[in-house]
T-cell receptor, first 114, second 117 residues
Framework: DSGVTQTPKHLITATGQRVTLRCSPR?????VYWYQQSLDQGLQFLIQ???????AKGNILERFSAQQFPDLHSELNLSSLELGDSALYFC?????????????FGPGTRLTVT | AQSVTQPDIHITVSEGASLELRCNYS??????LFWYVQSPGQGLQLLLK??????LVQGIKGFEAEFKRSQSSFNLRKPSVHWSDAAEYFC???????????????FGRGTSLIVHP
């Protein structure tokens, strides 16, 4: 158990819909990272937040957005969903500001878009 | 841009045999290198990391990896594989992200380890 929690574990929704994935980092970790894992693209970095501020942006679509709240939990919002958005979405946390020296991954949310 | 290549999509070994998973990276500066393991239905777990110093690093679960700068490689090894080692293994290179001051890992596509009894 990494100490990172993600909810829900599974999500099935229809095209065009909007969903919110939630992540709680390990106690004391200030950085949260979001990744998408698919068979086509592998593990892709989406976005990083540090202590409530966006820190780095990767291959995140404009239809996706994220935020980190004062209690440090983070949410990833996916809208206008397409079939190709079906994937595993991982959250990871890290105590360090500017590095990925240690990233602790949650168990993931499996999103299925039908 | 940095990249990671794991040339073997699948590796099959017998229980008790030795294991080596290959990883080659491309990065212009000194890399931060990682190996992660992902069991079915689970998130990624850090096995070991290299930042600097001794090029042979020890990790959890009896794994080790050797950084070879001249070959741009960071191969993962284990002397005797257990059935519970069957999983997906990911190599990653941490590099300074273009959009900010964070080091973000770029992952390889993974190697699936199959262990025969």
């Amino acid at each position: 158990d990494s100490g990172v929690t993600q909810t829900p574990k599974h999500l099935i929704t229809a095209t065009g819909q909007r969903v919110t994935l939630r992540c709680s980092p390990r106690s004391g970790d200030l950085s949260v990272y979001w990744y998408q894992q698919s068979l086509d693209q592998g593990l892709q970095f989406l976005i990083q937040y540090y202590n409530g501020e966006e820190r780095a942006k990767g291959n995140i679509l404009e239809r996706f957005s994220a935020q980190q709240f004062p209690d440090l939990h983070s949410e990833l919002n996916l809208s206008s969903l397409e079939l190709g958005d079906s994937a595993l979405y991982f959250c990871a946390s890290s105590p360090r500001r500017g590095s990925s020296y240690e990233q602790y991954f949650g168990p993931g949310t499996r999103l299925t878009v039908t | 841009a940095q990249s990671v290549t794991q040339p073997d999509i699948h590796i099959t070994v017998s229980e008790g045999a030795s294991l080596e998973l290959r990883c080659n990276y491309s990065y212009g500066a000194t890399p931060y290198l990682f190996w992660y393991v992902q069991s079915p239905g689970q998130g990624l777990q850090l096995l070991l990391k290299y930042f600097s110093g001794d090029t042979l690093v020890q990790g959890i679960k009896g794994f080790e990896a050797e950084f070879k700068r001249s070959q741009s490689s960071f191969n993962l090894r284990k002397p005797s594989v257990h059935w519970s080692d069957a999983a997906e293994y990911f190599c990653a290179v941490g590099a300074l992200h273009s959009s900010g001051g964070s080091y973000i890992p770029t992952f390889g596509r993974g190697t699936s380890l199959i262990v025969h009894p």
